[in-house]
């Protein structure tokens, strides 16, 4: 969502008449657009700033924008005094506005509102990827996750028409685009707002029915939200790729109760098995968070043990990070660092061995893969599978991009021969 809101960014300030450069340095307007998922990341944008302002800052003008902004508002100004714009997500539909105030020399210009209505919805996104595209479908979140600054930081939910998102498909399919991808931050929770009154799974069936389009995927959904139609669809149209990001957080009822998650381990499993018992083989990941305040040792072992039984085909595992106007922050019983450490660590050594034993499943299949680049180190193209899974191959036909042309943007089968805990590799095979 980060990287397309980027998208959004530079296609305004392209439509207001600026130019990008290809080096940060060379820059007069630079921008950075940050999350405030995790202490983290936060911290990363300030250090940025300041070495950036000491090695190549002169005469330059910098904004602020994304997550931090939304959350720091304008502190920023007095933190790091050399920025002049700061603006959350939810006001880049003002950002025209506010460069011109910039321009004026104004330097203390902010977007700080939540209120917005529109979804972001502009018609000058820039998209990096010629092949894939994203798609805004749903923007802020409704649910109240204790951990979570998302609802504080993007606002309230609010969908796009599903016409809308229906043109921007349609008009992406005719400038050559293949692959689209649905985003919102429950993506699953999208509800048309017009007449016409569609839910996700319909959105999803129809976007699939696009000419031209030949995957479409979408991020992320939350469980209570994800409804069996979901899986219906995905069963009847393959161009819907067989991938589920379905992040259940924890396996410990008790801690998915105090991170007001609003489903159980039982109706969370229950979805598992909707897909585990689908036509086609769905490919699931999660989000994982370890050490939330309070989680036990039974806790933590309860998390792993849905883990070995669920066997996700990959996952994202963080540790508990405090963020500021969140209920857990409140919360008794913070876990010490050291032991968010540890359970983090044996947890990715479970899941990297699960995922050994299911990548190795893969040999010798056929797998059709969108091709999304080169790599010049191992001299192999670079494929993702429908199921979201890097795959690795050469053709000896086609050893490398040239003035022939190259591979990038197309599909093709490949035989997959050997595998490894993140990716595959195989060859290239010829159409009959
Ligand atoms: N600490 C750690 N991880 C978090 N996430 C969200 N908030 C926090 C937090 N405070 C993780 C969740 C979410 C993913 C995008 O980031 O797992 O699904
Ligand atoms: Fe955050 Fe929960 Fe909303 Fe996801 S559903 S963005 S984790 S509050």
């Given at each position: 969502m980060n990287a397309h809101?980027?998208?959004?960014?530079?296609?305004t300030l392209l439509a207001e008449g600026y130019t990008q450069v290809d080096e940060p340095e060379l820059a007069e307007l630079v921008l950075y657009n940050t999350c405030s998922i995790r202490d983290k990341a936060e911290q990363k944008v300030f250090h940025r700033l300041q070495q950036f302002k000491r090695e190549a800052g002169k005469g330059k003008v910098f904004g602020v924008l994304g997550c931090v902004a939304q959350q720091e508002?304008?502190?920023?100004?007095?933190?790091?005094?050399?920025?002049?714009?700061?603006?959350?997500?939810?006001?880049?539909t003002r950002l025209p506005e506010m460069l011109v105030q910039l321009e004026a020399g104004n330097r203390r210009v902010t977007g700080l509102g939540l209120d917005t209505e529109e979804a972001f919805d502009t018609p000058y996104t820039r998209r990096d990827n010629p092949h894939r595209a994203y798609i805004t479908i749903i923007e802020g979140c409704d649910k109240s996750c204790a951990y979570c600054v998302v609802p504080f930081t993007r606002g309230p939910e609010r969908s796009r028409t599903s016409e809308s998102v229906m043109r921007e498909a349609?008009?992406?399919?005719?400038?050559?685009?293949?692959?689209?991808?649905?985003?919102?931050?429950?993506?699953?929770?999208?509800?048309d707002p017009s007449a016409q009154g569609w839910d996700f799974a319909t959105l999803l069936a129809k976007t699939a029915e696009i000419s031209g389009i030949r995957r479409v995927r979408f991020t992320t959904s939350h469980p209570r939200d994800f409804v069996k139609p979901i899986i219906d669809a995905i069963d009847g149209n393959p161009v819907l790729c067989n991938h589920v990001h379905l992040p259940v957080q924890s396996g410990s009822r008790a801690v998915l109760k105090r991170m007001q998650r609003l489903y159980t381990r039982d109706e969370y499993m229950r979805r598992i098995e909707w897909m585990k018992n689908a036509r086609r083989d769905i490919a699931i990941t999660t989000d994982i968070i370890v050490g939330f305040p309070g989680e036990t040792e039974a806790d933590?072992?309860?998390?792993?043990r849905l883990c070995e039984q669920i066997e996700y085909e990959s996952m994202f595992i963080f540790k508990y990070s405090r963020r500021p106007n969140t209920p857990a922050l409140e919360y008794g019983d913070h876990i010490p660092e050291e032991e968010k450490t540890r359970r983090f660590l044996i947890l990715q050594e479970r899941q990297r061995a699960i995922q050994i034993r299911r990548n190795s499943?893969?040999?010798?299949?056929?797998?059709?893969v969108h091709v999304e680049g080169f790599n010049l180190a191992t001299e192999q193209w670079i494929g993702r599978t429908t199921q979201h899974k890097t795959l690795n191959f050469s053709d000896p036909a086609f050893p490398a991009p040239s003035q022939n042309g190259t591979l990038v943007g197309q599909y093709t089968n490949v035989l997959v021969t050997r595998s490894g805990p993140n990716s595959l590799a195989g060859e290239r095979v010829k159409a009959q």
């Open positions: 809101d980027s998208e959004k960014v530079v296609g508002g304008e502190r920023i100004f007095e933190r790091a005094p050399h920025v002049s714009l700061v603006a959350g997500s939810a006001s880049y349609r008009s992406l399919a005719e400038l050559g685009y293949t692959e689209i991808q649905l985003l919102g931050q429950n993506v699953n929770s999208y509800r933590f072992d309860e998390t792993v499943t893969y040999v010798g299949r056929i797998e059709e």
